[in-house]
């Protein structure tokens, strides 16, 4: 064997669950020497890796961080390598002959990873070569492929991807063995997944400028390098750089393209920022005039070919099209048809020189279209869009994507992708601070983007990153695999990594936690909690609400308490932090007379987390108040009535009427409620199902349609006869016209330009078909009232002849319509409030 640069290699405990990747592992982490099939350290000696000395210097980068990671988890090493106990054979297939050779003789299996795109297996492989004995080997069908089977074994053996960036420890072992044969991943679902640096004005940048690299005053080379391992180790390959007023442009690091080249890691800019240009900082009208294509095409064309020139050789994902210096609409006026073909004259000018300094096949250099804003009305004019060119939907700032690929869309080889936030500064109102989007709203919008043909580009708005880390992991997990949590429960995907960051015996009650945190946080941001200046919610429902959060305390207390020392950083993190100070802004806004006490305690709590956390390491990372709009107020409290009980002796009859007759909601007071996923009955359609998704609405539960790309049902013939249905038996004291309301998520229908519907009825009556609002403007109130309060009302009315049983009837309509509640009530009702009554269940006495 012709190898160098060995490598010594030792580490800890295997979380890795089939959920957590999947697919199903064939190797796995064993603290028993007798189980072993392969050891990594046995108290004295350490497997030993080897490359080729011509692999690439991104894989020997990588080889490097498993060293450091190896230091840290075997007990008791001295870097022993003499005859070590087995070895670990590191290559790239195409490119190392020695795994090639393994390969053709058999004995390492690469089907599936062959020729895929960022693929790779590790396998225990028995006398690999002559005086070998045992071997694990970690093959990639790409420099990536390899990078990310190294990063696997780093996580195998008990190094968190986020043991840097947020501090999860490392738990030293005596004994590192594994059991079994063979893992095999990849390849992607999604081609290119990354991230997006931005409104990093008081988190991100203050702490790079101030606390890690005081020496650059800006996000820098050290930062970038921090981040660019990040990625890596979650299996991502994509970065959008930090981009405001303030920050130093990602290329004017002379060496940052370098590093980015070194990492493996594919750069892009954002949707305003083409051919990798950061406008904001760069831009120079000294040097090439006006920034507008109709008045300087010459000066314009110049500022991109530089950089084009300049960066063309590395791994590149160009952003085509203008618009103006920083999130703005392209300059030079004229009508959306004018715009749009002047846009098409731009992308045509940018591809000759994408031609020219990068691949005579343009079609063969990554680019991609993003329709964001006011971009979005012109791409629906322009007629000659290249085929290759990826098409990125953006979602509407606040979690729902505007647009999905039409059938001659989906046949377009350059498919589409994603741009998605979990962090926003903008109309109607910002969330910079905590980051609160429930992991299950990403799966359901990610996962019907991704059915209807984006699985080219995601790319995820974090803000600062920090404290998104959560969601983060979660976006680019489901990147990998769209549908491995399985359409039902997205916690089942959360609990692992938790499992993994602070144990098994925390997992479930962490779980817990987060679920209620992301629960009341869907039901009002804490951001949004009195805004605006009238608070929406009642009396009852704030104390109910204030109430729920306080009971959350005791519970990050007591798991906190259970911490080792070594993981109080990462808990206050990860899960102390945001948890307690979501509670005290909601107590800030609800509770006048404790405003100022929980103002108070938030400072305290982030002063804490820029002074004493990790020894200083996060100083200046942390704001409470970007922006400086989270103001301490007082809210006037809705007082709305609340609606009155019968007598014990009234609702007593009425249940034992309503149990006999199989009702399962009773109304009170012409009221009922009933959860959408509580249905009495669901029935299935023709070719689609309503189905439960756990940890999405107001009160952790919703329905939707799967599959997602099922046709429209428009007519209700064709309701009636292919239609899944959701069927609740509703007991009714009080008939007369009785309007029944609706709450679904403000999701965009999965058909361009139309409503989300569905079709609703009492008993055999004929459906009739509810449109959800429909509006792609930022100034459309109905719009921004929804997307606060992450809910779209409809109501319809229906007359009710006869007190007693009626079943009510939800059909679909359009496919990608999520449904929360159902609130019927009649003219005797009282208000309904924000969150709505409580579900009235039948209880039997």
């Not at 090493?77 to 087995?86: E, I, L, M, S």
């Not at 983060?472 to 949590?485: D, R, V």
């Not at 709009?629 to 009425?654: C, G, M, Y």
């Amino acid at each position: 064997m012709q190898r160098g640069n060995t490598i010594l290699l030792a580490s800890l405990v295997f979380y890795l669950l089939t959920a957590f990747f999947g697919r199903a592992a064939g190797l796995s982490f064993t603290a028993s020497s007798r189980d072993a099939d392969f050891v990594l350290f046995d108290g004295t000696k350490i497997a030993s890796p080897v490359c080729a000395t011509n692999a690439d210097h991104a894989v020997f980068r990588a080889i490097g961080d498993l060293v450091a990671d190896i230091s840290q988890v075997a007990v008791g090493t001295n870097a022993r390598t003499k005859n070590p106990v087995c070895y670990i054979l590191i290559g790239t297939l195409g490119q190392d002959a020695d795994i090639d050779h393994l390969a053709a003789e058999g004995k390492l299996d690469v089907s599936g990873v062959r020729d895929e795109w960022e693929s790779y297996v590790l396998q225990v492989v028995k006398k690999p070569f002559p005086g070998m004995d045992k071997a694990l080997v970690i093959a990639g069908s790409d420099r990536r492929g390899t990078i990310y089977g190294i990063y696997q074994l780093s996580e195998m053996i008990g190094v968190s991807p986020w043991h840097w960036w947020a501090d999860v420890p490392v738990q030293p072992k005596p004994f590192i063995g594994f059991k079994g044969n063979i893992l095999k991943q990849g390849p992607p679902a999604v081609k290119y997944r990354g991230i997006f640096l931005n409104d990093e004005d008081w988190g991100l940048r203050p702490w790079a400028s101030k606390t890690f690299e005081p020496e650059n005053g800006n996000i820098g080379p050290k930062t970038y390098a921090k981040l660019f391992e990040l990625l890596l180790r979650l299996r991502a390959n994509f970065l959008w750089p930090a981009m405001h007023p303030g920050t130093k442009a990602f290329n004017q690091f002379e060496t940052n393209k370098f590093l980015a080249d070194e990492y493996g890691i594919v750069m892009g800019a954002s949707h305003c920022e083409q051919m990798l240009r950061n406008n904001v900082s760069e831009w120079d009208t000294n040097v090439f005039g006006e920034y507008n294509f109709v008045t300087n095409p010459d000066g314009v064309l110049k500022y991109w070919e530089q950089r084009v020139r300049e960066n063309g050789k590395f791994e590149n994902v160009y952003t085509l099209g203008m618009r103006g210096i920083h999130d703005g609409a392209m300059p030079g006026g004229g009508t959306e048809q004018e715009k749009a073909e002047r846009m098409q004259t731009i992308i045509a000018d940018q591809r000759e020189m994408l031609a020219r300094w990068v691949n005579t096949n343009v079609a063969q250099v990554p680019q991609i279209l993003c329709p964001y804003k006011e971009v979005l009305p012109l791409y629906r004019r322009m007629t000659n869009v290249p085929d290759d060119i990826t098409l990125v939907w953006p979602d509407d700032n606040y979690g729902y994507i505007r647009q999905f690929s039409d059938a001659r869309e989906r046949g377009r080889s350059g498919g589409a992708g994603v741009y998605y936030h979990v962090s926003y500064w903008g109309r109607p109102r910002d969330y910079l601070w905590l980051c609160s989007t429930p992991p299950a709203l990403i799966a359901e919008e990610m996962t019907k983007a991704f059915d209807y043909g984006a699985n080219k580009v995601w790319i995820l708005n974090v803000g600062d990153l920090k404290p998104a880390e959560i969601d983060t992991e979660f976006f680019l997990k489901l990147a990998w695999n769209p549908h491995s949590w399985k359409g039902t429960n997205t916690y089942d995907l959360l609990a692992p990594q938790l499992a993994r960051d602070f144990g098994p015996a925390n997992a479930a009650e962490l779980t817990s936690i987060l679920a209620e945190y992301y629960r009341l946080n869907f039901q009002r941001k804490p951001e949004h909690v009195g805004y605006p200046d009238t608070n929406l919610f009642t009396r009852e429902e704030a104390a109910a609400r204030i109430g729920a959060w306080q009971a959350l305390v005791p519970r990050v207390d007591s798991v906190g308490k259970s911490m080792p020392s070594e993981s109080q950083a990462s808990f206050f993190e990860l899960v102390g932090y945001p948890v307690t100070a979501a509670g005290l802004a909601n107590q800030r806004a609800l509770s006048p007379a404790n405003a100022r006490e929980a103002q108070d305690l938030i400072h305290r709590l982030t002063f804490v987390y820029n002074t004493q956390i990790a020894n200083g390491k996060w100083r200046n990372t942390m704001s409470d108040n970007p922006r400086g709009l989270l103001e301490v107020k007082s809210f006037p409290t809705n007082t709305a009535a609340e609606p009155t009980s019968r007598t014990n002796a009234e609702a007593a009859a009425i249940p034992t009427a309503a149990i006999k007759s199989g009702a399962q909601f009773i109304e009170n007071n012409y009221i009922f409620v009933a959860e959408a996923e509580h249905a009495t009955a669901f029935i299935p359609g023709k070719d689609a199902h309503w189905q439960k998704i756990a940890g999405l609405g107001y009160n952790g539960g919703a329905v939707t349609i799967f599959p997602t790309t099922v046709a429209v049902r428009s007519t209700p013939e064709k309701i009636l006869a292919e239609s899944p249905c959701l069927e609740y038996k509703v007991w009714i004291q009080n008939p007369g016209d009785w309007m029944v309301t609706v709450r679904a998520l403000p999701t965009f229908s999965v058909d361009t330009g139309s409503p989300q519907r569905y079709a609703i009825a009492f008993d055999d009556t004929s459906p009739q078909i509810v449109s959800l609002p429909l509006s792609q403007d930022e100034q459309n109130k109905t719009w921004q009232e929804n997307v606060l309060r992450n809910a779209a009302p409809t109501t319809s009315t229906h007359m009710l002849a006869k007190p007693g049983l009626h079943m009510l009837k939800i059909w679909m309509v359009d496919a990608g319509i999520v449904l929360d509640t159902i609130i019927g009530h009649g003219d005797g009702a009282a208000d309904l409030g924000y969150t709505w009554p409580p579900e009235s269940l039948i209880r039997k006495p």
